[in-house]
């Protein structure tokens, strides 16, 4: 077990610091935005003038995860689908607006996708590992497998995070590249992971991620399997997709509460520990799948469970 | 647990192949000239030749993609070619890139902002993610598929992230490696930082004054001993240590002292039960920018106790390819290794005055080499070493 | 000279997007970079290089002479009417 000792989401929803973010969240609507909290309070002004909302969002989720564990994390693990959109597309406006030589860098040097890991190392002072993972809608499943790893490795905490921003350009690319009726939102989620329980309570127990799966429901069955638990051991599910074989009442589609971005399924992480903490169930079961043939797997486990 | 290397690939300007790279080494030929399309003629680059209808027919390549796709195929094919399928072997790809399929995206998007119609459809080529998968598709590979974009460090990392799932169990062979075409964003992008040279670079020289950029792609085939039973593939060598860490000095600029290059050199050759003494030969990150080669430069005083051994940067011969740098140049290790080999760094008269290290200037032939470290650091202070040993 | 000097002051605000500063917060003649001035580095000194080509028109080759220029308002201010 990998126990999640803090987790720290900034999305649409009113979630950051929340006790149970289960609690206020509403459908997502067209014109929903990033609830975010006051990012002076996690940065300095002299840097903080320079940070795109994906920077600011993630910086201030992963020092809040940093602060609930106090020692200094070991490795530093993020995961985003499509980077710093913000700045890639200030800087194309500048290579393609601006006549002659010379250019404002800022866009350009923020454009990288491990800025967000390599601004958290900076703000906190981290010489530690530090990696970034981008597999579209499998950024979190890789991002967590390697935080896994770091664990097992000996590492005592690990910071884990994903974040994707949305630009108004997404939206050009509904229906052919982008899902038609979606509603392309941004978000963030960090976790502070440790293989030492001490309080926490819930836990990663395994993650898979799979290039062209064999189905879906035959994937599900045989990462089960794997882990010798039954299908109707599963409390809930999270998913982002219509039709699962499970029985409807325990599937919770978490896309309606996040909107679309790929790394949406950190925050169906999100609500399904804070459910599992508060119903004191057993297992919960998140579901990804994406439009590119992917899917995505991962198990929370209660340790606290009745059952 | 021993990671073997038992296949190897590479384009860049200076080969389409591992022989061509090998024989251009050799023969201390640089491949770095004025461009040959509209977004780079202005500069000196290290272009590979071939249009993306060439490497398409050339290779024959399937799966269509951004030219970093199609690169990243032409090298992974060649390091998994002669390699088969098998049921009970996990078979994982990861893949190291920074721009992704940007080189169709800037195209699509500079149309659009000039009024033309753009075919939207084509963005699909931008998630580096996408790239990966393309490169998996093109040689048959499904299941596990990952990306790492930690700038020019990318394909070390990925390197890394394939002999720590092998180590871990969870994969038995893995084709690792990365790869980055040239886009005008990144040119200009590197323009933008004023550490761009117009002339050719001169790494670790006292008059270096920047970098020249290239592209291309380097991938590796990583097996475990329990696959190498059932491959019964030849060993090239070995993947020996590895480490990354973070200088956490600057978003760009690496620390004075080169801190983070310290820690993860030291850290990697502790994990390779190496003292500094027994490496053999360096292959220095060495852009030629200011900033990271007195930074480097100071690194190896430290880690190596003033005994600095003979090092190079081989990005005077293909310029600096960013993500895919790592992959070249752990091929190049390889090389260094089969071939006893000590590769020159081009462009050199004068050494940096604080440090007065000089790298190696001629090509250095039958030498016993046997351990070879390997540097590949990127911004954001993300700095990773590899050690490549002699089986 | 003190006109120019409260333009420059007014477009370093908005090309560094130094958003809660005013023309006020900013000194004549104290240091721009480093943490006893603005606190400002070297990725905004290669913003000044911007400042100074699309402003007057005036171009800098060599970030490392850009250090001594960019120093404060005033030397700013000096190198821009040197180049008049």
Known sequence: ??????????????????????????????????????????????????????????????????????????????????????????????????????????????????????????????????????????????????????????????????????????????????????????????????????????????????????????????????????????????????????????????????????????FGVHMAHDWLIKTAKKYALIVNSGCNNSLGLILLKNDKAQN | MEIFITGYGVISSIGTNV???????????????????????????????????????AFDLKTDGSRTALLGMVAAKEAFKNHSHFNALRTGLISGTSVGGMDISEVEYRKEMAGEKPNYKKYFHHPSGTTSEQIATEIGITGFVNTISTACSSAANAIMMGARLIQSGQLDRVVVGGTDCLTQFTIYGFRSLMIFDDEWCKPFDNSRKGLNLGEGAGFLVLESKKSLEITGKEVLAKLSGWSNASDAYHQTASSPDGDGAILSMKQALKQARLEPHEINYVNAHGTATPNNDLSESKAFINVFNGKVPPFSSTKSYTGHTLAASGGIESVFAILSIQNGLLFPNLNHTSPIEETGLIPIINIQKNIEVTHVLSNSFGFGGNNSTLIFSKI | MSELKEKLKTQIIEQLNLEDLTIADIKNDSPLFGDEGLGLDSIDALEFIVLLDSYYGIKIDDPAIAKEIFHSVDSMADFIESKK
Do not use: W
Not at chain 1, 104 to 109: G, Q, Y
Not at chain 1, 131 to 158: P, R, Y
Not at chain 1, 202 to 217: D, M, Q, R, T, W
Not at chain 2, 36 to 51: C, D, H, I, P, Q
């Open chain 1, 1 to 266: 077990m990998y126990y999640i000792h803090k987790i720290a989401s900034i999305t649409h929803q009113d979630s950051f610091n929340q006790t149970d973010v289960n609690d206020s969240l509403v459908e997502i609507a067209e014109d929903t935005v990033l609830i975010s909290p006051d990012y002076k309070k996690y940065v300095l002004p002299a840097s903080l003038r320079r940070l795109s909302p994906i920077l600011r969002m993630a910086v201030a989720a992963a020092k809040e995860c940093q602060e609930a564990i106090t020692i200094p994390v070991e490795a530093i693990s993020v995961g985003t689908a499509l980077g710093c959109l913000t700045d890639t597309e200030k800087f194309l406006n500048v290579i393609n607006t601006v006549e002659g030589e010379i250019l404002s860098p800022t866009a350009f040097i923020q454009s990288t996708h491990n800025t967000i890991a390599g601004l958290i190392s900076l703000e906190l002072k981290n010489h530690s590992y530090n990696m970034t993972h981008t597999q579209n809608n499998l950024s979190l499943e890789m991002a967590l497998i390697d935080s896994m790893l770091c664990c097992d490795e000996g590492k005592e905490f690990v910071l884990l995070g994903v974040a994707d921003e949305a630009i108004d350009f997404l939206n050009k690319l509904k229906p052919i590249v982008l899902p038609e009726n979606s509603i392309v939102t941004s978000g963030t989620t960090f976790f502070a992971l440790s293989k030492k329980k001490s309080t926490a309570e819930i836990g990663f127990l395994a993650c898979n991620s799979i290039i062209k799966p064999k189905g879906v429901e035959v994937e599900i069955v045989l990462f089960l399997r794997e882990l010798k638990i039954e299908i109707n051991e599963i409390d809930r599910v999270y998913t982002n997709q219509n039709s699962l074989d499970f029985p409807k009442e325990i599937v919770v589609n978490y896309e309606a509460y996040s909107g679309l971005y790929f790394t949406a399924n950190a």
């Open chain 2, 19 to 57: 022989e061509e790279n090998l024989s251009s080494l050799m023969q201390e030929r640089t491949a770095i000239k004025q461009g040959l399309n509209s977004y780079t003629s202005k500069f000196k680059v290290g272009e590979v030749a071939l249009s993306n209808d060439a490497l398409k027919s």
